[in-house]
């Protein structure tokens, strides 16, 4: 798995915010948390993806035949990242960690309809128009695995090289915040990197880059500090 070879720098939080597995396999998972579980921060924090198919249990019950030859437990999976020490933001899940707020969702614009579907994907427009408006005022670092639209999210797959595919809705809700100070996706491999604005950081920390493999080439993880916030709590 790709997670072998990437060196990690100190820190207190590691952050994942997604596509840990390529499909979701048992046996993918159990490889990524014991490479989470050797690592030495304190708090470790995951968004899931869309190829971490299990992580969205209901939606694999249905669709897990498509995937899969046999199935690979929601339940197992779930165990192996707790027994890790990892915190999985699932949607609406939020954090405080010394005084700083962290919130998480996974979900994100479902794949056309050309493709094989995937976990936590939803319509665009109102269903996910609904599930950003669930963030709370005083979220200090957002979590999410699409990025919003126009920002770092150009994509690299053949056809749609150069094209935004990230989240109109979500790029609307965080332009409105003026909380927010740091906003951290991945997803779009080809748009790795930073971009700040007056208000906020953001981060697209898309581990793999193109071209995608297992002896595929590797960005470098990203580091960010942030100030303690004694006010403003979530709410």
């Not at 192996?80 to 020490?85: D, R, S, V, Y």
């Not at 995937?118 to 669930?134: C, D, P, T, Y």
Request: charged share 25%; glycine share 10%; net charge neutral.
């Amino acid at each position: 798995m790709l997670h072998q070879r990437i060196r990690l720098p100190a820190g207190d939080v590691l952050i994942h915010c997604g596509d840990f597995s390529n499909d979701g396999t048992e046996k993918e998972c159990a490889d990524f948390c014991r490479w989470v579980a050797a690592q030495p921060f304190k708090y470790k924090l995951l968004v899931c993806g869309n190829h971490d198919l299990p992580c969205d249990g209901n939606w694999y019950q249905e669709h897990w035949k498509e995937w899969h030859e046999s199935f690979q437990s929601p339940g197992r999976v779930a165990d192996m990242l707790e027994e890790a020490g990892i915190t999985v933001m699932s949607s609406g899940y939020s954090l405080r960690i010394d005084g700083i707020c962290f919130y998480g969702s996974p979900l994100q614009p479902r794949q056309p309809k050309t493709r094989r579907p995937m976990a936590f994907g939803k319509r665009r427009g109102i269903e996910l128009k609904e599930e950003w408006a669930k963030i709370p005022t005083g979220v200090d670092v957002l979590l999410t695995h699409t990025p919003p639209a126009n920002i770092l999210d150009a994509s690299d797959h053949a056809g749609r090289q150069g094209r935004s595919i990230g989240c109109e809705e979500l790029a609307k809700a965080v332009s409105q915040r003026t909380d927010l100070s740091v906003h951290v996706f991945g997803h779009v491999h080809g748009g790795y990197g930073v971009h700040r604005t007056r208000k906020t950081c953001f981060i697209n920390a898309a581990s793999a880059a193109a071209p995608r493999g297992e002896d595929g080439l590797l960005n470098a993880p990203i580091v960010f500090d942030i100030s303690r916030r004694s006010s403003n709590p979530a709410n």
